[in-house]
C-alpha cells in the first residue's frame, strides 16, 4: 500500500468579530489543550451507546465521516497502516471487532456513579484518554521545526531539563531528520540503540523514568492498582509458558503456527465436533484457552463479589436489610440499560442516592421508610456487588459465549494477517528465549509491586531479627526494574534489525510515513527578544510557546474570533489561568524527575565511554546490575551467512560486582511516591470530575475526588472489603503534599470554553478529516 502524507488541516481565518486581538501563542497552546482533553474524552464516553461504533466510520462502516474525529483521526494515521493491521479483512472490523464492541455497549456495564467508587473500567479508560489526547495534539498541531539538533553533544543524565532536552532533540529528528532511518541501521549493526548517540542514551532515559511513572500510579498511586495485580497475577498463572516455548521449538514455521494456533484458539467439545462435521449450525461449541482464561480468572473474581452480597443477604440483627430493599435492588440491576440509564439521570438530577431511587422505582413508600446512615452504606455496598458481578457475567458473555464466536473469528484473522511476519521472524529468531524473558519480567513486575525489592538490591544487608513490613514500591523501584530489564527489548530488536530486514523495512516506511504527519509547515522566525533567545537547540523558556496551536492555530484563532466580544472577554482569563496551570505543572513535573534522578544510583557518566565497553557490556550503558542469572541465555540468533558473528551474552558474574561495587548506594531516605508526566495530573482530572453518588440518601452529589481510594466490596487484591488500597493512600498524600509545596493549584473549570467552543472544534476536526487532512493516504 502506497502511503503519502497528505497536507495539513486548515481552516481559512476570518476576520475578527469581536474587539479582541488575537489570541496569543500560549493562550492558543492553551486552547488547544482544552479542547483535545474534553473532546477526546467525550470520544470515549460516546462508545457506551451500541450506535456509537457505526458513527465512527471507517474502518467499521464503508462511510469516512466521524461522529468521533479525534479517535477516527488516530485508528485511521496511525493504527491501520500498520504492517499486518494493514492487511486484516473488512470483516474484521465490521463484523468481528464491531459485534463484540456493540455486545458489550448494549450491555450497559455499570458506572462509577452506581457503584459509588471509581471503577477499573473508568481508571483504565480515563487513562488511555488522557495518552491519545497527548496523540491527537501532536497530530492536530505538529512539532515546529527549528533546525538541526546536535544530538552527539553533551547530555548530564543526572539534569532533568537535559533529558527533557534530549528527548525535544530525537522528537525533532525523528520528525524532521532520519532519525528512524538511522537508528534502525544502529540496531542492525548494534546491539544497542544507545549506542546511537548521547542524545539517544539520554532519551532512553527519559522514556525509562515516565514508563516506570506510568506503573507506578498505575499499581501504587490508583486505588484499583491492587485489583489489576491481581488480575495481572491470575492471567500470569494460567498461561502455558512451557507448551508456547514448546510448540515453538517446531522448525517449521506454518506447523508451528497451527499448533500455537490450536492451543490457544481450539475447541474441543460436542458442540465444536457437530458444528465440523455439519450436523449442527452455530451450536455452542464450548471455550478454547484463551477464553477459558478469560472466564476462570473473571469467574473467581465475580465469586470474591458473590461473597460479599450473599454476607449482606444474610447479615442478623441491626445490620440487616430488608427484603423489599434488596428485592428491589436486585431488579434494578437485571433492568434493560435504557431503563437504568433513566433513573441514574433522574437521580442525578433531583440530587438523590441511586439507592433512594431504586428504591422509589419499586415501590414509592419504601423510602418513607428512613433508612438509617449504616442501612444506607450497606444498600449502596450490596447494589455495588451485584453490579460488578453482572459486568462480569456480560464481559464473559460478549467474549466467551457469544453465538456465532466473534472473538475467536477475529482472533483467527488476525494471526493470518501476521502469519508471513511470524514466519520470517521464527525463521531466523529464537523465539523461545524471548518467551522465557517475558515470562520473567513480568514475575519480576508482579515482585516489586508487592513490595519484594530483593533482587533490585541483592547486596543489601539481611537482617536476623523479624523483617519490617514492606514498604510501598517507589517510582525508583519501578526504574532499577527497567533499566535491569532494558537488554531484553534491546536483543529481540537487534535480531529483529539484523535477521529479518524486510520486515525492518516495513516498519520503517510505516514509521517515516507517520513521522511525516507530526511536521508543521515552515514559519517565519520570531525576532529574538530577552524572553525567546535561544541556547542550543530550544528556546530557553519553553512557556513562552513560540509553536502555538501549530497546524491549528489558524482554526482556532477563526473559532476564537467567531465568538461574540462578550464571549471572548469572559473566555481569555480562563485561558490564561489554563496557560499558567500548563507551564506549573511542566515545572512541577521536571523537578519530580530530578527528584528520581537524585534518589537513583550513580549513572553512567562516571563510566567509560561506550566505546571503550565490551561488546555485551551494553547493557550496563547506565551501571544497572542484571536482575537474575536466567537472561544469560539470551543471544542473537546466528548471522546470515558471510556476516561476522556477535554474540551478546551478559557479563559473567564476576562483571556483574564489580559493576555494583562502583555505583552508590540510592537514597532511602525520601523514596519518590510521585514522578514525571503532566498527562498524570490530566488523567487525574478525569477521574476527580466523575460523577458518583451522594453518599446520604438526599445530596449533595459527589465527585471522584471524594471517593478516592473507596473500592467495592469484594474486590480481589485490596486486602480489605471496601476500603483502600494497599499503598494507594500512603502515596496520594505524599502526591498532594508535593502539590501544596509547590503551590500547584487544581485544574482550571473550562467548562466555559468547552460549551463555546466545543461543538466547532470538532466540526474542524471532522471537515479535515472528511479531506484526507492529517490522516495516511493510501
Same mark, same amino acid.
Given at each position: 500500500?502506497?502511503?503519502?502524507?497528505?497536507?495539513?488541516?486548515?481552516?481559512?481565518?476570518?476576520?475578527?468579530?469581536?474587539?479582541?486581538?488575537?489570541?496569543?501563542?500560549?493562550?492558543?497552546?492553551?486552547?488547544?489543550?482544552?479542547? &483535545?482533553?474534553?473532546?477526546?474524552?467525550?470520544?470515549?464516553?460516546?462508545?457506551?451507546?451500541?450506535?456509537? /461504533?457505526?458513527?465512527?466510520?471507517?474502518?467499521?462502516?464503508?462511510?469516512?465521516?466521524?461522529?468521533?474525529?479525534?479517535?477516527? +483521526?488516530?485508528?485511521?494515521?496511525?493504527?491501520?497502516?500498520?504492517?499486518?493491521?494493514?492487511?486484516?479483512?473488512?470483516?474484521? *472490523?465490521?463484523?468481528?471487532?464491531?459485534?463484540?464492541?456493540?455486545?458489550?455497549?448494549?450491555? #450497559?456495564?455499570?458506572?462509577?456513579?452506581?457503584?459509588?467508587?471509581?471503577?477499573?473500567?473508568?481508571?483504565?479508560?480515563?487513562?488511555?484518554?488522557?495518552?491519545?489526547?497527548?496523540?491527537?495534539?501532536?497530530?492536530?498541531?505538529?512539532?515546529?521545526?527549528?533546525?538541526?539538533?546536535?544530538?552527539?553533544?553533551?547530555?548530564?543524565?543526572?539534569?532533568?531539563?537535559?533529558?527533557?532536552?534530549?528527548?525535544?532533540?530525537?522528537?525533532?529528528?525523528?520528525?524532521?531528520?532520519?532519525?528512524?532511518?538511522?537508528?534502525?541501521?544502529?540496531?542492525?549493526?548494534?546491539?544497542?540503540? !544507545? !549506542?546511537?548517540?548521547?542524545?539517544?542514551?539520554?532519551?532512553? !532515559?527519559?522514556?525509562?523514568?515516565?514508563?516506570?511513572?506510568?506503573?507506578?500510579?498505575?499499581?501504587?498511586?490508583?486505588?484499583?492498582?491492587?485489583?489489576?495485580?491481581?488480575?495481572?497475577?491470575?492471567?500470569?498463572?494460567?498461561?502455558?509458558?512451557?507448551?508456547?516455548?514448546?510448540?515453538?521449538?517446531?522448525?517449521?514455521?506454518?506447523?508451528?503456527?497451527?499448533?500455537?494456533?490450536?492451543?490457544?484458539?481450539?475447541?474441543?467439545?460436542?458442540?465444536?465436533?457437530?458444528? *465440523?462435521?455439519?450436523?449442527?449450525?452455530?451450536?455452542?461449541? +464450548?471455550?478454547?484457552?484463551?477464553?477459558?482464561?478469560?472466564?476462570?480468572?473473571?469467574?473467581?473474581?465475580?465469586?470474591?463479589?458473590?461473597?460479599?452480597?450473599?454476607?449482606?443477604?444474610?447479615?442478623?440483627?441491626?445490620?440487616?436489610?430488608?427484603?423489599?430493599?434488596?428485592?428491589?435492588?436486585?431488579?434494578?440491576?437485571?433492568?434493560?440499560?435504557?431503563?437504568?440509564?433513566?433513573?441514574?439521570?433522574?437521580?442525578?438530577?433531583?440530587? %438523590?442516592?441511586?439507592?433512594?431511587?431504586?428504591?422509589?422505582?419499586?415501590?414509592?413508600?419504601?423510602?418513607?421508610?428512613?433508612?438509617?446512615?449504616?442501612?444506607?452504606?450497606?444498600?449502596?455496598?450490596?447494589?455495588?456487588?451485584?453490579?460488578? /458481578?453482572?459486568?462480569?457475567?456480560?464481559?464473559?458473555?460478549?467474549?466467551?459465549?457469544?453465538?456465532?464466536?466473534?472473538?475467536?473469528?477475529?482472533?483467527?484473522?488476525?494471526?493470518?494477517?501476521?502469519?508471513?511476519?511470524?514466519?520470517?521472524?521464527?525463521?531466523?529468531?529464537?523465539?523461545?528465549?524471548?518467551?522465557?524473558?517475558?515470562?520473567?519480567?513480568?514475575?519480576?513486575?508482579?515482585?516489586?509491586?508487592?513490595?519484594?525489592?530483593?533482587?533490585?538490591?541483592?547486596?543489601?544487608?539481611?537482617?536476623?531479627?523479624?523483617?519490617?513490613?514492606?514498604?510501598?514500591?517507589?517510582? !525508583?523501584?519501578?526504574?532499577?526494574?527497567?533499566?535491569?530489564?532494558?537488554?531484553?527489548?534491546?536483543?529481540?530488536?537487534?535480531?529483529?534489525?539484523?535477521?529479518?530486514?524486510?520486515?525492518?523495512?516495513?516498519?520503517?516506511?510505516?514509521?517515516?510515513?507517520?513521522?511525516?504527519?507530526?511536521?508543521?509547515?515552515?514559519?517565519?522566525?520570531?525576532?529574538?527578544?530577552?524572553?525567546?533567545?535561544?541556547?542550543?537547540?530550544?528556546? %530557553?523558556?519553553?512557556?513562552?510557546?513560540? #509553536?502555538?496551536?501549530?497546524?491549528?492555530?489558524?482554526?482556532?484563532?477563526?473559532?476564537?474570533?467567531?465568538?461574540?466580544?462578550?464571549?471572548? &472577554?469572559?473566555?481569555?482569563?480562563?485561558?490564561?489561568?489554563?496557560?499558567?496551570?500548563?507551564?506549573?505543572?511542566?515545572?512541577?513535573?521536571?523537578?519530580?524527575?530530578?527528584?528520581?534522578?537524585?534518589?537513583?544510583?550513580?549513572?553512567?557518566?562516571?563510566?567509560?565511554?561506550?566505546?571503550?565497553?565490551?561488546?555485551?557490556?551494553?547493557?550496563?550503558?547506565?551501571?544497572?546490575?542484571?536482575?537474575?542469572?536466567?537472561?544469560?541465555?539470551?543471544?542473537?540468533?546466528?548471522?546470515?551467512?558471510?556476516?561476522?558473528?556477535?554474540?551478546?551474552?551478559?557479563?559473567?558474574?564476576? &562483571?556483574? &560486582?564489580?559493576?555494583?561495587?562502583?555505583?552508590?548506594?540510592?537514597?532511602?531516605?525520601?523514596?519518590?511516591?510521585?514522578?514525571? #508526566?503532566?498527562?498524570?495530573?490530566? *488523567?487525574?482530572?478525569?477521574?476527580?470530575?466523575?460523577?458518583?453518588?451522594?453518599?446520604?440518601?438526599?445530596?449533595?452529589?459527589?465527585?471522584?475526588?471524594?471517593? *478516592?481510594?473507596?473500592?467495592?466490596?469484594?474486590?480481589?487484591?485490596?486486602?480489605?472489603?471496601?476500603?483502600?488500597?494497599?499503598?494507594?493512600?500512603?502515596?496520594?498524600?505524599?502526591?498532594?503534599?508535593?502539590?501544596?509545596?509547590?503551590?500547584?493549584?487544581?485544574?482550571?473549570?473550562?467548562?466555559?470554553?468547552?460549551?463555546?467552543?466545543?461543538?466547532?472544534?470538532?466540526?474542524?476536526?471532522?471537515?479535515?478529516?472528511?479531506?484526507?487532512?492529517?490522516?495516511?493516504? #493510501?
Amino acid at each position: 500500500m502506497k502511503a503519502e502524507p497528505s497536507p495539513a488541516c486548515t481552516m481559512e481565518p476570518q476576520p475578527l468579530s469581536g474587539t479582541h486581538e488575537p489570541l496569543s501563542p500560549s493562550q492558543l497552546h492553551a486552547l488547544l489543550d482544552i479542547l &483535545t482533553h474534553h473532546g477526546a474524552y467525550a470520544e470515549f464516553e460516546s462508545f457506551k451507546e451500541p450506535d456509537a /461504533i457505526s458513527e465512527h466510520g471507517h474502518p467499521f462502516s464503508s462511510g469516512l465521516e466521524s461522529s468521533t474525529p479525534l479517535l477516527a +483521526g488516530i485508528t485511521r494515521s496511525i493504527l491501520l497502516p500498520l504492517p499486518g493491521i494493514r492487511d486484516l479483512p473488512p470483516g474484521f *472490523w465490521q463484523v468481528r471487532l464491531k459485534g463484540v464492541l456493540q455486545t458489550l455497549a448494549a450491555a #450497559g456495564l455499570s458506572e462509577s456513579f452506581d457503584k459509588a467508587a471509581m471503577g477499573t473500567r473508568k481508571t483504565v479508560t480515563t487513562a488511555l484518554s488522557s495518552i491519545y489526547e497527548a496523540l491527537s495534539r501532536g497530530l492536530l498541531g505538529g512539532v515546529r521545526r527549528t533546525g538541526a539538533r546536535n544530538l552527539h553533544g553533551e547530555y548530564d543524565r543526572t539534569s532533568a531539563r537535559d533529558l527533557e532536552r534530549a528527548w525535544e532533540d530525537v522528537v525533532h529528528e525523528m520528525v524532521h531528520g532520519d532519525l528512524a532511518q538511522e537508528l534502525c541501521a544502529c540496531l542492525a549493526d548494534k546491539k544497542s540503540p !544507545e !549506542e546511537h548517540s548521547p542524545g539517544v542514551r539520554a532519551a532512553a !532515559e527519559y522514556i525509562i523514568v515516565h514508563l516506570a511513572t506510568l506503573m507506578h500510579h498505575v499499581i501504587v498511586v490508583s486505588p484499583e492498582g491492587p485489583y489489576l495485580l491481581k488480575l495481572l497475577e491470575n492471567v500470569h498463572k494460567h498461561i502455558p509458558y512451557s507448551l508456547v516455548k514448546q510448540t515453538l521449538r517446531v522448525s517449521n514455521a506454518a506447523t508451528m503456527i497451527h499448533g500455537m494456533t490450536n492451543l490457544f484458539l481450539a475447541k474441543l467439545s460436542v458442540g465444536a465436533i457437530s458444528n *465440523w462435521v455439519g450436523l449442527t449450525q452455530n451450536a455452542a461449541d +464450548g471455550m478454547n484457552l484463551l477464553q477459558r482464561i478469560i472466564w476462570i480468572v473473571l469467574f473467581w473474581d465475580a465469586l470474591e463479589f458473590r461473597k460479599s452480597a450473599d454476607a449482606i443477604e444474610k447479615a442478623k440483627g441491626s445490620s440487616a436489610l430488608p427484603k423489599e430493599h434488596l428485592a428491589a435492588i436486585s431488579d434494578f440491576v437485571n433492568l434493560p440499560k435504557p431503563e437504568r440509564d433513566e433513573l441514574r439521570r433522574r437521580s442525578v438530577q433531583a440530587g %438523590r442516592s441511586i439507592v433512594v431511587s431504586i428504591l422509589e422505582r419499586a415501590d414509592p413508600a419504601l423510602p418513607a421508610t428512613t433508612l438509617s446512615p449504616m442501612q444506607h452504606a450497606r444498600c449502596q455496598e450490596y447494589l455495588a456487588a451485584l453490579l460488578a /458481578i453482572r459486568d462480569r457475567d456480560e464481559i464473559i458473555k460478549a467474549l466467551c459465549r457469544q453465538t456465532p464466536d466473534l472473538f475467536t473469528q477475529g482472533m483467527r484473522e488476525l494471526i493470518a494477517s501476521f502469519e508471513p511476519m511470524i514466519r520470517t521472524v521464527h525463521q531466523h529468531v529464537d523465539l523461545r528465549e524471548h518467551v522465557s524473558a517475558v515470562q520473567g519480567f513480568v514475575s519480576d513486575f508482579i515482585s516489586v509491586s508487592r513490595g519484594d525489592k530483593r533482587f533490585l538490591e541483592p547486596h543489601a544487608g539481611s537482617t536476623t531479627g523479624s523483617p519490617d513490613p514492606p514498604a510501598p514500591p517507589s517510582v !525508583e523501584d519501578y526504574v532499577l526494574l527497567l533499566q535491569t530489564n532494558r537488554h531484553l527489548l534491546y536483543v529481540y530488536l537487534h535480531q529483529l534489525a539484523s535477521q529479518c530486514p524486510e520486515v525492518r523495512d516495513m516498519f520503517l516506511a510505516w514509521a517515516q510515513t507517520t513521522l511525516q504527519l507530526f511536521r508543521q509547515p515552515p514559519q517565519p522566525a520570531a525576532p529574538a527578544t530577552a524572553t525567546t533567545a535561544t541556547t542550543g537547540s530550544g528556546p %530557553r523558556d519553553p512557556h513562552q510557546r513560540p #509553536g502555538a496551536a501549530g497546524k491549528m492555530t489558524g482554526p482556532l484563532q477563526a473559532l476564537f474570533a467567531s465568538l461574540p466580544a462578550a464571549t471572548q &472577554t469572559r473566555l481569555l482569563p480562563i485561558l490564561d489561568a489554563h496557560a499558567a496551570y500548563l507551564s506549573r505543572l511542566e515545572d512541577l513535573s521536571r523537578s519530580r524527575m530530578q527528584h528520581v534522578l537524585d534518589n537513583l544510583p550513580a549513572p553512567a557518566r562516571r563510566r567509560p565511554p561506550a566505546s571503550s565497553l565490551s561488546p555485551s557490556s551494553f547493557f550496563f550503558l547506565s551501571g544497572w546490575t542484571t536482575p537474575r542469572s536466567r537472561f544469560r541465555s539470551l543471544s542473537p540468533s546466528p548471522s546470515p551467512a558471510g556476516a561476522e558473528a556477535a554474540p551478546a551474552t551478559l557479563p559473567p558474574t564476576t &562483571t556483574t &560486582t564489580t559493576t555494583t561495587t562502583t555505583t552508590t548506594t540510592r537514597s532511602s531516605i525520601n523514596p519518590s511516591q510521585s514522578g514525571p #508526566g503532566i498527562y498524570l495530573a490530566k *488523567w487525574q482530572h478525569l477521574l476527580d470530575a466523575t460523577l458518583i453518588t451522594p453518599a446520604t440518601p438526599s445530596g449533595p452529589l459527589r465527585s471522584g475526588k471524594d471517593v *478516592w481510594g473507596a473500592q467495592v466490596q469484594g474486590k480481589t487484591g485490596t486486602g480489605a472489603g471496601a476500603g483502600e488500597g494497599r499503598w494507594g493512600e500512603a502515596a496520594r498524600r505524599e502526591r498532594a503534599e508535593e502539590e501544596a509545596e509547590r503551590g500547584v493549584a487544581g485544574a482550571v473549570d473550562a467548562r466555559e470554553v468547552v460549551e463555546a467552543l466545543g461543538k466547532g472544534f470538532q466540526r474542524v476536526v471532522a471537515a479535515g478529516l472528511a479531506k484526507g487532512s492529517w490522516v495516511v493516504k #493510501g
